[in-house]
């Protein structure tokens, strides 16, 4: 055995300058050093490798503001850290802040020292501090880990509080849920006969880890992986770091991981956590944990990375960005109080639920159900009013506490209408991710979301139970014995409700606390989880309240998801008509017609998709129908700017309604309104949809554009600017969750003075303060003559009689775009093709902008829940391939 370690130490000097000069890590950062042993290794003198930006830095006469201490994990080594090691350098060269990063080869990893010592977790923490003290490295230091590298630099920083000033995290872990099994490709490599054989003997271990990259690592980056493991003798570290998981209590380094795991939860330092949500080791489990002992920490999931993250997603550049936003010249940013301006400025804060406190005692209905051709279910307010309580005991009892996620995965109606008021009631924050966003996208939003309990109908629970989601399972029905084991079911709504006794319901949240997750549409990239405090969410009911004159006696009838359940917070009867919830567009007319009737409703909410629908099947109304239709007062679109046209064929529906166009987004539900008879005239259109004028306090800016599309100008209100859309109001969200940098891009050079969002919308303000829509700022399409937003063009085409739907998207290099238009038309295709000459010329003709192409499809691509927001990147990709000359194909 010790001639094995001498040989695996041969030319061990030599090895570490080869360390170095490999792909993206140049020789001069490799060093060397010899440092005193500790515990295990008092007495002897242990050789280590690392990488060192410190001479960098020397040369180009900057002074380092402080150290990163990175950390690797296993089977990687400093090379993992290249990225950072260069760019940190290239940062502080070019006059930024100038960090010293050091990245070390952990004892029997990369190219350090092989030794017989036996590394538990406590040894390798000793062993970095006995490191880090050669080396001479004092505060102010930040920690920097992957991996088991994660655990080990969290025990350094735990033990240097004096040194330490914040901590950066990749994939890693610092506890395992008691009864929970580790993670499979865990428990593989450590079985018995597997330890010594995949670990050691063959390079399967390592050759696993390094196949986890996506998109797959370059050969010659992964051979420099591989470089300091090439055999038996030296891959022996990687076999003994899986054999010290401690998977079991019983393991010798499993005190140790306790007892780090609490030291954690008192670390008061700015912290920042980046992870690969696909990695099937450190999980998004892991990810919860560490964020709720850490709670003030940023944290960014990077949607298709995994568990090299740093590998996969911009990792190096974002931790520079978050050391200059944390730790400008090494010193923390002074922490301020967590609560939101909305709160701050609502003294008189009444929670969603009080209207339902007020009206416990009233018989009359709150919730009128719709079933089909079966009689509608009614739900009186004092009915309702005790589920809820009835509820929020139940949910409280059998362990859900405030700030707990609980995720909901049950359709529209009373049953998901008191679940969420109990919920909130208790203080739980509930997370709503539609079936609209798809079995993908759901499966992104819980995962990502890692609730601690799901609430669901028999088929959402077998999704659950399919795709791994997380938490206690709780059915909206009471299954029988083998279904409710099968889906893994621990409660059912049932069980919750004890009519014995007065329930005993907790203190109430307060106004700052954290209320809801409401997931986006996805129709711009990945649905992101969209936070909303209780203060949000009751500013938000008191807007709709106030702008729309919703009493205790108007009747809503919501066909649009986000509006469905705030009907009892506003103290108004509600519906949702007959509908697949998921899909807007299999709304009916007489669907509409028989929620009306039996809700005696005067407000009727519905999305495009929906009113495209229902104006559609206005011809099967009979005359009871239109007599129900005739009582509407108010008719109102939300989701999605429509046009001038879309909103008479609806006032052709309800004929004695106004008709209201709301704009607005799951960032801020409520933005600006117009109306119907409000709308610009005709000779001023084709410049984009007119969304009206901000309501309920909302101030609106537009940042405009530079000539390659960007969002770069000062944001103003100026008239007739071109720019992205900039909002601020007291009902605007949060934050998103768990997506620090999209929060960070989302407030980039705005204003102080509030809280503001960039809604990635493009459009103008006109002279009198009216905003219009002209498409999203990933659409812009960038020409030699400046920037073009897609909807005005749009417009313009759909003007000619035999097209029902157009989509303008830009093809060619940068700045030098040139505009395509693919077209539904009112007669239909069944095939993707070229458009004939005498509809292209038409299209041409009518289009403000010249077009090189016009296509024909079946149907242009939209997002899932509204069906209405056309995908125009994909088909800016798909243009641009059929034009380079790839076959017709559909879009």
Not at 522 to 528: F, H, M
Request: net charge negative.
């Amino acid at each position: 055995m010790v001639a094995g370690t001498v040989a695996a130490n041969v030319g061990l000097r030599t090895m570490g300058v080869r360390a170095a000069g490999l792909p993206g890590l140049p020789a001069a950062f490799s060093h060397r050093i010899d440092v005193p042993g500790r515990l295990a290794d008092d007495g002897t003198t242990r050789n280590w490798h690392y990488l060192d930006t410190a001479s960098a830095l020397a040369e180009a006469g900057v002074t380092p503001v402080g150290t990163v201490l990175a950390v690797h994990g296993n089977p990687t080594w400093s090379y993992l850290w290249r990225s950072l090691v260069t760019q940190s350098v290239e940062q502080a060269s070019s006059g930024g802040d100038a960090w010293r990063v050091v990245a070390v080869d952990q004892l029997e990893m990369g190219w350090s020292e092989r030794t017989e010592t036996t590394r538990t977790l406590e040894q390798r923490i000793a062993d970095l501090a006995a490191f880090t003290e050669a080396l001479g490295i004092t505060g102010p230091v930040v920690t920097l880990g992957h991996d088991w590298g994660g655990v080990i630099s969290l025990g350094w920083a735990t033990e240097h509080p004096e040194e330490l000033v914040g901590s950066m995290l990749l994939n890693t872990a610092v506890h395992h849920p008691e009864g929970t099994a580790i993670p499979a490709p865990l428990r593989l490599a450590g079985a018995r006969g597997m330890l010594g054989a995949g670990s050691v003997q063959t390079t399967a271990f390592l050759d696993t880890t390094l196949s986890l990259a996506s998109p797959p690592l370059d050969r010659d980056v992964r051979d420099a992986y591989r470089s300091p493991y090439g055999s038996p003798a030296r891959r022996r570290g990687i076999g003994a770091f899986v054999a010290d998981i401690p998977a079991t209590p019983d393991h010798v380094s499993f005190p140790r991981l306790e007892r780090l795991a609490d030291d954690v939860a008192q670390l008061r330092v700015p912290a920042v956590m980046l992870w690969g949500p696909r990695d099937p080791i450190f999980s998004d489990r892991y990810l919860d944990d560490l964020a709720d002992r850490l709670p003030h920490a940023e944290v960014h999931r990077f949607e298709g990375a995994g568990h090299l993250v740093i590998d996969d997603a911009p990792v190096a550049e974002s931790l520079l960005t978050w050391l200059d936003d944390s730790l400008p010249q090494g010193a923390p940013v002074e922490a301020t109080p967590v609560e939101s301006a909305a709160a701050a400025e609502q003294p008189d804060f009444e929670p969603l639920w009080r209207r339902l406190d007020e009206r416990c005692t009233d018989d009359s209905d709150a919730i009128v159900e719709q079933r089909g051709s079966g009689a509608a279910r009614r739900v009186s307010w004092r009915q309702l009013d005790d589920r809820v309580t009835r509820l929020a005991a139940g949910l409280h009892r059998i362990g859900v506490r405030r700030g707990d996620r609980v995720s909901l995965l049950v359709t529209p109606g009373a049953t998901l209408t008191a679940v969420i008021y109990a919920c909130l009631r208790i203080g739980a924050v509930v997370v709503v991710a539609d079936a609209g966003l798809g079995v993908k996208g759901l499966h992104r939003a819980v995962r990502g979301a890692w609730p601690a309990y799901v609430i669901g109908e028999t088929k959402g629970l077998a999704a659950a139970r399919a795709l791994g989601w997380p938490g206690v399972k709780v059915s909206a029905a009471r299954l029988p014995g083998a279904t409710a084991a099968a889906l893994g079911v621990s409660y059912s709504l049932k069980d919750l409700l004890d009519t014995r006794t007065t329930p005993e319901l907790p203190s109430e949240p307060g106004p700052t606390d954290l209320a809801a997750i409401l997931y986006t549409s996805g129709s711009t990239g990945p649905a992101k989880g969209v936070k909303y405090t209780h203060a949000q969410l009751s500013s938000l009911r008191d807007v709709l309240s106030d702008h729309f004159a919703i009493t205790a006696d108007s009747g809503l009838v919501t066909g649009f998801a986000p509006f469905a359940l705030l009907g009892p917070a506003l103290g108004a009867r509600s519906s949702t008509p007959e509908m697949d919830i998921s899909s807007p567009r299999t709304l009916t007319a007489r669907a509409v017609a028989a929620a009306v009737a039996e809700t005696d409703a005067d407000i009727v909410f519905l999305s495009p998709a929906a009113i495209l629908n229902v104006v559609a099947t206005a011809d099967a109304l009979d005359s009871a129908d239109r007599q129900a239709l005739q009582g509407v007062r108010t008719v109102l679109s939300t989701g999605a700017p429509v046009s001038r046209q879309l909103l008479t064929a609806l006032v052709g529906v309800l004929p004695n309604a106004s008709a209201h166009a709301v704009y607005g987004m799951t960032e801020c539900l409520l933005v600006a309104d117009i109306t119907l008879d409000t709308l610009p005239d005709e000779d001023t259109e084709h410049t984009g949809v007119c969304v009206g004028t901000p309501i309920g306090g909302v101030d609106v800016r537009i940042s405009p554009l530079d000539e390659a599309g960007r969002a770069t100008g000062a944001p103003t209100q100026d008239a007739d600017r071109l720019g992205e859309v900039i909002i601020s109001a007291e009902h605007l969200k949060s934050q998103y969750d768990r997506l620090w940098l999209t929060d960070r891009a989302a407030v980039r050079d705005v204003a102080d003075d509030g809280r503001w969002h960039r809604t990635g919308d493009v459009g103008h303000l006109d002279a009198d303060g009216r905003l219009w829509i002209e498409g999203r700022l990933p659409h812009v399409i960038a020409t030699q003559d400046g920037p073009i937003a897609p909807v005005g063009p749009e417009q313009a085409i759909e003007t000619v009689s035999l097209v029902r739907r157009a989509a303008v998207v830009g093809v060619g290099p940068a700045g030098l775009r040139q505009c395509v238009a693919i077209v539904e038309t009112t007669t239909g295709t069944k095939r993707v093709q070229l458009a004939e000459a005498e509809l292209a010329a038409q299209v041409r003709d009518a289009s403000t902008q010249p077009l090189v192409a016009v296509f024909v499809v079946p149907e242009l691509p939209t997002d899932i829940r509204h069906n209405s927001k056309i995908d125009r990147t994909r088909l800016s990709v798909w243009a641009e391939g059929i034009l380079a000359g790839e076959r017709l194909s559909t879009p």
